[in-house]
């Protein structure tokens, strides 16, 4: 990065109360401004992280959801508006965020995530957001985030409970570590109450500002978990499995 | 040696509780842990600890006192460890 550019007057004017914590500052701004984020999907999870990407100030964020509003998305998705119900979701997430900050650059896909597609979509990012309800989802990006080296932040909730997990290819585990083949039991439907799976993604999107702008300290190789219910939060350091047949072979 | 075994997700809501005690010998497994709680309650609880072949699923997260168990956790005994936290998969977005 360039550290003599600076920030423009308008991004000043928006971000200056975060310009002010200590490790993050204009450097950290000028970062996320040149920085491309994929987050899929957008729905009680990635829509919360992606309101939160789109306030900090990413230069752009690619953001992959298919399929229409349903009436039964509405407890959790807090892109999405009444009056969306029926219609391509992408085109209430789209209309809010743009509304919420236009100097964001979006791109809606209106697809999830694809043996097709997932080379492209990733290709896109500097880093990438997964909030997926399927592991088949899951694992196809993660597979891909190994396959082209970029970070990966893995977001999930369940009922009161929620967890992220933040993999950086060839230095951590990746998610095929952890989850070696498809889990047989996960149900596409699972308890959620919006505010608990809006603390995962909002988890998930400061480790990813700490990942692309060395704030803080990142929790790589970690698994952050908590329970909402007792408001209990641990993190569990996560090995490598060296027979993993995604990460196997690198590092 | 008593255990205080911890369950996530969809394991904590197939027992009905999110935690309780567990009495095992030293020379115990954890595999056989494992095992033995399944039979305690079966059905769909047994059914996210093991595979048809009465084995820990490849995808359970076993964490021994705030630690990630290594591959072969199940052959480990159980001595000087207080409290298991098992968790199985979640993928809520």
């Known amino acids: 990065m360039n550290v003599n550019e600076a920030l423009p007057d308008g991004d000043r004017a928006i971000y200056e109360w975060q310009l002010d914590v200590p490790g993050f500052g204009e450097r950290g701004q000028l970062i996320l401004r040149r920085s491309t984020a994929l987050v899929t999907r957008c729905g009680g999870v990635g829509g919360n992280l992606a309101f939160s990407l789109a306030a900090a100030g990413f230069g752009k964020l690619v953001l992959a959801h298919g399929g229409e509003l349903r009436p039964d998305d509405l407890n959790r998705q807090i892109l999405m508006r009444h009056d969306g119900i029926g219609r391509p979701r992408v085109e209430s997430m789209v209309a809010t965020l743009e509304a919420f900050n236009p100097g964001v650059e979006l791109e809606a896909v209106p697809e999830n995530a694809t043996e097709e597609n997932v080379a492209g979509l990733v290709a896109k990012a500097d880093i990438v957001f997964s909030a997926a309800p399927l592991f088949e989802e899951r694992l196809l990006l993660n597979r891909e985030c190994v396959r082209q080296g970029k970070p990966l932040i893995d977001c999930a909730m369940y009922g009161v409970e929620g967890q992220v997990i933040v993999v950086v290819p060839g230095q951590s585990a990746c998610l095929a570590c952890l989850y070696p083949e498809i889990p047989p039991n996960w149900r596409r439907r699972f308890p959620v109450i919006g505010a608990v799976a809006a603390l995962a993604g909002n988890i998930g999107a400061i480790e990813g500002i700490k990942r692309l702008t060395g704030l803080g300290t990142s929790a790589v190789g970690q698994m952050i978990h908590f329970d909402a219910a007792e408001m209990r939060f641990q993190t569990i350091t996560l090995w490598r499995n060296p027979s993993c047949t995604v990460c196997g072979a690198i590092g | ?93």
Request: hydrophobic share 45%; glycine share 12%; proline share 5%.
């Open chain 2, 1 to 93: 040696m008593r255990v205080n075994v911890q369950y996530t997700g969809q394991l904590a809501l197939a027992a009905g509780v999110k935690g309780e005690p567990w009495e095992a010998g030293e020379d115990t497994t954890w595999g056989q842990v494992v095992c033995s709680l399944a039979q305690s309650r079966g059905g769909e609880f047994a059914d996210l600890l093991l595979d048809v072949q009465g084995r820990p699923r490849p995808s359970l997260l076993v964490v021994l006192d705030g630690n990630q168990a290594a591959a072969g956790w199940a052959n480990l005994p159980v001595h000087d460890v207080r409290t298991v936290l098992l968790m199985t998969p979640i993928a809520g977005g």
